[in-house]
């Protein structure tokens, strides 16, 4: 099955810095990869999504880029700021519909 | 759109008790449900997919008597947590995929679980 690992699991940046969380996956046949930030006791949010057509997709201050030979993703944020702050997961499907979540990531921007 | 409610959102109960967890898709139709669990700065972990009108399937590991999902249509799954133990408190989240082709899926707000 599909494994996800996610690094690192802390960050923190200064506001306006831009922050990567990389996350890689095993099973070459995955072909859609969510981002989610979850707020302290918060549901998981969809900020962005990838799918294994294309190799970048950018969302505003959002961008997420996609390597299929080497199985990795990445989220990459810019300019910062305190709202940011958040737990971000990163998902690859595992059989029918299933996601497998990574670790987890804490970014904290600091005022 | 794809909007999705859990019910309740915290719930305190003692040892022994069953409790039931609501988990509903309120502005389109879920065939597809999933339940995860998440404990305290953890990732989430799926427990089971509830596949409207036929049995959940369970994750390895979780006990399928003890977890008990129905989804008896295509707007509401349940979980019910019978004879609940403290190491069953937790943060419960569903969420529902949009049958649209999409692999996309919406969380729920999640429910609070603490077992005394």
């Known amino acids: 099955g599909e494994n996800v690992e996610q690094h690192p699991s802390t960050l923190s940046v200064q506001e306006g810095d831009s922050a990567v969380i990389k996350c890689t996956y095993s099973d070459s046949a995955s072909n859609y990869f969510p981002w989610y930030k979850q707020e302290l006791g918060k549901r998981p949010q969809l900020i962005i999504d990838i799918r294994s057509n294309v190799g970048e997709k950018k969302d505003q201050r959002i961008a997420v880029t996609l390597n299929k030979t080497a199985k990795h993703f990445s989220l990459h944020i810019t300019e910062t700021q305190p709202e940011d702050s958040a737990v971000y997961f990163c998902?690859?499907?595992?059989?029918?519909?299933?996601?497998?979540f990574g670790t987890g990531t804490r970014l904290k921007v600091l005022a | 759109g794809a909007v999705v409610s859990q019910h309740p959102s915290w719930v305190i109960c003692k040892s022994g008790t069953s409790v039931k967890i609501e988990c509903r898709s309120l502005?389109?139709?879920?065939?597809?449900m999933f339940w995860y669990r998440q404990f305290p700065k953890q990732s989430l972990m799926l427990m089971a997919t509830s596949n409207e009108g036929s049995k959940a399937t369970y994750e390895q590991g979780v006990e399928k008597d003890k977890f008990l999902i129905n989804h008896a249509s295509l707007t509401l799954s349940t979980l019910t947590v019978t004879s609940a133990h403290p190491e069953d408190s937790s943060f419960y989240i569903c969420s529902a995929r949009v049958p649209s082709g999409r692999e996309t899926q919406y969380f729920g707000p999640g429910t609070r679980l603490l077992v005394l």
């Open positions: 998902a690859a499907p595992s059989g029918t519909y299933k996601y497998i």
């Open positions: 502005d389109f139709q879920a065939t597809t």
